[in-house]
């Protein structure tokens, strides 16, 4: 009897160490950059040739620069060193998540070819359908965006 609650005992007790230590760990924290698995931010597209070129264009892994921890593609070395010089210019807002997700204070992946330039910054969305819907209130859901994304990297 004794050496069954014992058992009981040490079995509780990993179970709130491991627990414990879940919450510390920031596996469960919202990454700063939306990024692939293999660390790549926006799919692997230049940031800059949303801009530049007025159209998405995949960037290649010659002309890649290492970012806020996530590794940036770019399709030329002007465009790279475009962005070097100024990378909030020319990074999407929230980090590369769907504008319109974080306006509803949660986070999406992203499409690349759905896109929007407002005032400067690039916002990137899930689809086309919900850019579509972004579309129909883009500043509205910019001010709610805004007021979200803090509170969401403190996940």
């Not at 160490?17 to 939306?34: D, G, K, M, Q, R």
């Not at 921890?69 to 929230?94: M, Q, T, V």
Request: proline share 5%; net charge positive.
């Amino acid at each position: 009897m004794l050496r069954r609650n014992a058992k009981n005992t040490v079995k509780a007790i990993l179970i709130m160490v491991v627990f414990y230590l879940l919450t510390l760990s920031p596996a469960f924290a919202i990454e700063p950059i939306n990024k692939t698995s293999d660390w790549v931010a926006i799919k692997g597209y230049d940031p800059v040739a949303y801009f530049v070129d007025r159209k998405p264009v995949k960037g290649r892994r010659e002309f890649e620069y290492v970012w806020m921890g996530a590794i940036w593609h770019f399709s030329s070395a002007e465009h790279r060193d475009l962005f070097i010089k100024n990378p909030e210019k020319y990074a999407p807002k929230y980090g590369g998540y769907c504008a319109y997700a974080v306006s509803q204070r949660t986070t999406a992946d992203i499409d690349p070819d759905a896109w929007t330039i407002v005032d400067g910054r690039l916002y990137l969305n899930l689809s086309k359908k919900i850019k579509d819907k972004w579309s129909k209130d883009i500043s509205g859901y910019i001010k709610k965006a805004d007021e979200n994304w803090p509170n969401i990297l403190k996940r």
